[in-house]
């Protein structure tokens, strides 16, 4: 009589699925940030969303100044005095037909943020305050076909088009579009820190730009924080390298185009020649420049306003340590002692 043998199957080993998904996010960081073979992701840092608040603002302004216009009785009308009635004629520019005044306020805004040389002076900031500018000139093409035309003939003809530039409705659409473009170009940046280099990443729009800093390049690590930075719990660092990375030359001083020529003539007299003495050295002193090198943080090379910057900043100091040439000189020094201590 035989007996009935109860075979048990072996369980089959499923890989640890912590190790999958590890496996995974880094499959998907290579692709991310285009990392070597062998290369491991150890932290990745984004932007804060407060870090562009000023660009918010500046989108709030530009609506502000649309409904303004929309509403001009809500801030002056014709009985005020002084600036308001100043405001009132600016306002007043251009009828109906061309809202010339909307146009010079919007075209000094924009020349005054393409001055002021900060992160809303950036080409994309700067189109689009220009479209903003432009909008009612070409919505109201008519308008400034029927301003020509009046130069040249007394005849009142209708519009050809009809059509009307809302402020209010203009103002909503295009702070909505900038406040979409704000958040989209916040979240084109990226950055990591691997086992081998820093890496930064854009893409942003028709925009693309990587680069990658290996440790040992590192000369300096500057960390920038502003009061709002400081209260927030954000802030910028700055990598420094050997060949400049990090640092730019600009223009200081206080002059804006040429300076005018005074110049002596034999007749004049000591005083005379004293007086034009003093003015050559006011002007000069006036329009003097000098161009230094100094560290500007440009999002796309920095890690620009971030949360969690302690941490960031020890991780590069510890990863730039392991990675330098003495710490590799110290390692082998140390192999070569215990090498010869073993003989």
């Not at 302004?61 to 801030?75: C, I, Q, R």
């Not at 925009?207 to 040992?216: M, N, P, W």
């Not at 100091?317 to 330098?324: C, D, G, T, V, Y």
Request: net charge negative; glycine share 8%; with cysteine.
């Amino acid at each position: 009589m035989s007996e009935d043998t109860e075979v048990t199957e072996e369980p089959t080993v499923q890989p640890d699925s912590d190790e999958k998904t590890k496996a995974n996010d880094q499959e998907a960081m290579k692709s991310r940030f285009k990392l070597i073979e062998g290369e491991e992701v150890l932290l990745t840092k984004q932007p804060s969303g407060v870090g562009f608040l000023n660009m918010y603002v500046l989108g709030l302004l530009v609506f502000g100044v649309h409904l303004l216009f929309w509403k001009p009785d809500m801030l002056v009308n014709d009985d005020s005095g002084g600036i308001a009635k100043a405001i009132v004629w600016l306002m007043g520019l251009g009828g109906s037909k061309l809202p010339f005044g909307f146009v010079l306020v919007m075209a000094s805004i924009t020349w005054f943020n393409r001055m002021l040389n900060s992160s809303t002076s950036g080409k994309w900031v700067t189109v689009w305050l220009l479209i903003a500018t432009l909008l009612p000139v070409l919505i109201q093409i008519d308008g400034l076909i029927a301003l020509i035309r009046d130069l040249f003939s007394d005849t009142d003809v209708e519009p050809f088009l009809g059509f009307e530039y809302n402020f209010l409705f203009a103002g909503i659409a295009l702070n909505l579009a900038f406040w979409g473009l704000v958040f989209y170009y916040q979240r084109s940046f990226d950055y990591a820190i691997t086992s081998n280099a820093v890496i930064f990443k854009h893409a942003f729009l028709l925009s693309r730009a990587h680069r990658r800093i290996l440790f040992d390049r590192i000369s300096e690590v500057q960390v920038e924080r502003t009061p709002v930075g400081t209260i927030t719990g954000y802030a910028t660092l700055t990598i420094l390298t050997d060949s400049g990375v990090g640092i730019v030359e600009e223009s200081v001083g206080g002059g804006i185009g040429i300076s005018p020529s005074v110049s002596t003539n034999e007749n004049d007299g000591n005083v005379e020649k004293a007086g034009k003495s003093i003015i050559r050295s006011f002007f000069a002193l006036m329009f003097y420049q000098r161009t230094i090198r100094t560290v500007r943080p440009d999002p796309k090379h920095c890690f620009f306003k971030i949360r969690g910057w302690e941490d960031t900043k020890t991780l590069l100091n510890e990863m730039h340590k392991k990675h330098s040439q003495s710490t590799k000189l110290d390692n082998l020094a140390d192999i070569l002692t215990r090498e010869e201590g073993q003989d």
